[in-house]
C-alpha cells in the first residue's frame, strides 16, 4: 500500500488516471471488443471509420465513468480489499468531491459521442446508464452482481450494432447472449481472486455464490459462448477465418476450465486468466473481420 508520502508525491493528473483505470488497459479494452465486434459484423466487417472511431472513444468514457462510479460507491469497502486498497478513492488520494466531477465529465464525454449516433442507438445509450450506476449496489443486494455487468457490457453490442443497421435482429441478441455469457465466465474467474475479502465483508459475488462449482459454472458460460457464436456464425455465413477463431478461443476456455479446477490456485492466476480474455476477444475480432469479408 501507497505511503501518505508517496501519495503527495504523485501528480494529480496521474492520479486521476489511476481512478479512471486508464493505467490498466485490460478494463478497458475487454468493454471495448463486444462493441467491436457488433460494429464490424453489422457492417459485414466495412464499418464507417467515423463510426468506429466514436464506438472507441465511446467505450472509453463509459468504462471510465463506470469506474469512478464503482469506487465512488466502493469507497469504505475497497481499503478492506487487498487487490483495491490503494485506488484513488479508498486510499483518500482524491476526493469524493473530485471523483463526482470525473465522472461527471466522463458521462458528459460519453453523451457528446452518443448524440452523433441515430436515435435507437443514442436512447438505447441512455438506458444503459441506470445500469453502469446502479452496479456496485448490486454487490450488496443481489447474490450474481456480475450478471448486472454482463446486462452493462451487453448494451454495447447493442449500441454498436444498431449504430450500423439502425434495428435490432436475432443476429444482434445472439452476440449479445454470447457477451453475456462471456462476461459472466471472465469477471466469475476475475472475482475468484477476492472471496475471502468479499465474505469477510459482506458483499455479494458470483465467485461466493456457486462457491465450489464456480469453475463448472465458468466453463458453462464459455460453453454457452461458443454455442452461441456459433449458431451466429451459421446464420451470418461467417467464412473460415471466424471458425478457426472459435476453435481458437475454445481451446483457450476449455485450458482455463481444467486450470481453475485445480486446488489452491494463487490469486495472480486470476488476474492472467482475465488478461489472457482479452487476447482471446482480439481473436475473435480478427476471425469475424476475416470471416465478413473473405
Not at 448494451?155 to 444498431?162: G, N, R
Request: glycine share 8%.
Amino acid at each position: 500500500m501507497l505511503n501518505p508520502y508517496e501519495r503527495k508525491q504523485e501528480p494529480v493528473w496521474l492520479t486521476i488516471i489511476r481512478l479512471l483505470r486508464w493505467d490498466k488497459p485490460e478494463g478497458r479494452l475487454i468493454l471495448m471488443i463486444p462493441a467491436l465486434w457488433s460494429v464490424f459484423l453489422a457492417a459485414s466487417g466495412k464499418p464507417p471509420l467515423p463510426l468506429v472511431g466514436v464506438i472507441i472513444l465511446g467505450t472509453l468514457a463509459t468504462s471510465a465513468a463506470g469506474c469512478v462510479v464503482n469506487d465512488l460507491w466502493d469507497r469504505n469497502i475497497d481499503p478492506q480489499v487487498h487487490r483495491t486498497r490503494d485506488r484513488p478513492l479508498a486510499s483518500r488520494a482524491l476526493s469524493v468531491k473530485v471523483g463526482i466531477v470525473v465522472a461527471v465529465v466522463a458521462l458528459g464525454c460519453a453523451a457528446v459521442l452518443a448524440s452523433y449516433l441515430n436515435p435507437l442507438s443514442f436512447w438505447l445509450s441512455v438506458a444503459a446508464v441506470p445500469v453502469i450506476l446502479l452496479y456496485p449496489g448490486a454487490k450488496r443486494v443481489f447474490p450474481i452482481p456480475q450478471l448486472v455487468l454482463s446486462i452493462a457490457w451487453g448494451f454495447a453490442v447493442l449500441i454498436s450494432w444498431s449504430a450500423v443497421t439502425t434495428d435490432i435482429s436475432l443476429p444482434t441478441w445472439l452476440l449479445w447472449g454470447a457477451t453475456i455469457c462471456w462476461t459472466l465466465g471472465f469477471d466469475t474467474i476475475y472475482a475468484m481472486s477476492d472471496r475471502e475479502d468479499d465474505r469477510r465483508i459482506g458483499v455479494n459475488s458470483s465467485a461466493l455464490f456457486f462457491g465450489n462449482y464456480a469453475p463448472l459454472a465458468i466453463g458453462i458460460f464459455f460453453a454457452l459462448t461458443v454455442i452461441l457464436l456459433v449458431y451466429l456464425a451459421v446464420l451470418t455465413q461467417l467464412g473460415f477465418f471466424f471458425w478457426m477463431s472459435v476453435v481458437i478461443a475454445a481451446i483457450g476456455w476449455i485450458w482455463q476450465y481444467f486450470s481453475l479446477i485445480q486446488d489452491s490456485l494463487p490469486n495472480s492466476v486470476y488476474g492472467k486468466m482475465f488478461s489472457q480474455n482479452v487476447w482471446i476477444g482480439f481473436i475473435l475480432l480478427g476471425g469475424m473481420i476475416a470471416g465478413s469479408l473473405v
